[in-house]
């Protein structure tokens, strides 16, 4: 594994093992990734910087993770919800996929690194909350749908006092300007934003901080065509 990679991630303080698992991570996603499409990103120093800092960034917000459950909504190829596993083996992970071939490829990532406390569910959000309402303690996302969208489908799954980490790039001041209407009718508010630059100039990022100040009405999530067409 090149140092130059290893280095961009020095500032988390990973354990050995934590940094031997993202790179054993890496070589299974860039393996599988020749059969199925999980992500164009895969030369190293990119992948270690647009996959694995850009999903650590959350512990720079001092956000406590431990014995903590969090849904990762729409994961894709499991960033943020299983680099952040990685880095807190106590954290109680759930990660949320519509696409059987990804959750396959998630659940060959979870036995290849020996993970505990994670699990996959192949399903979309608006049906994985009847069975989930308000459960989790932290609901992360990253790069799935503009923040109006979003918020109806991850603030019914975290309960009263609980926390939405939405992962946005550049844009994401107007995306919260056009989320006024759908914090306030499911219950959200936005506590902060963290702002940070990618290492080697690779772009402005933010994290939106959403605290869930009230219970989120039944009528919410809508089915996703509504959800989509109509947002909030």
Known sequence: MSSEAV?????????????????????VLVDYNEKVN???ITELNEAYIKHFY??????????????????????GAGFPGMVLKIQ?????????????KRVTFLNKVINELNLELVTTSNERAEDFVK???????IATSRAVAALNILLELTAPLV???????????????????????????????????????????MGLHAVIDIMKVN????????MYSKIKNQPL
Do not use: M, W
């Not at 069975?131 to 303690?137: A, I």
């Open 88 to 100: 807190n083996p106590k954290l109680d992970v759930t990660l949320l996929e519509p696409s059987n």
């Open 131 to 137: 069975t989930k309402r308000e459960f989790f303690d």
């Open 215 to 222: 219970t989120t009405p039944n009528l919410y999530p809508r």
């Open 159 to 201: 309960k009263k006092g609980g926390h939405i980490y939405a992962y946005k790039g550049s844009n994401y001041k107007q995306e919260i300007e056009d989320s006024k209407n759908a914090l306030k009718l499911l219950g959200c508010k936005v506590n902060k934003v963290y702002e940070y630059e990618l290492p080697n100039e």
């Open 54 to 75: 850009d999903s650590l960034i959350l512990s720079k917000l001092g956000v406590e993770l431990e014995n903590k459950k969090l849904v990762d909504v729409g994961t």
């Open 7 to 27: 280095k961009y991630l020095d500032e988390f303080n990973l354990t050995s093992n934590q940094l031997e698992q993202l790179e054993k991570y890496y070589q």
């Open 38 to 40: 999980l992500t164009r």
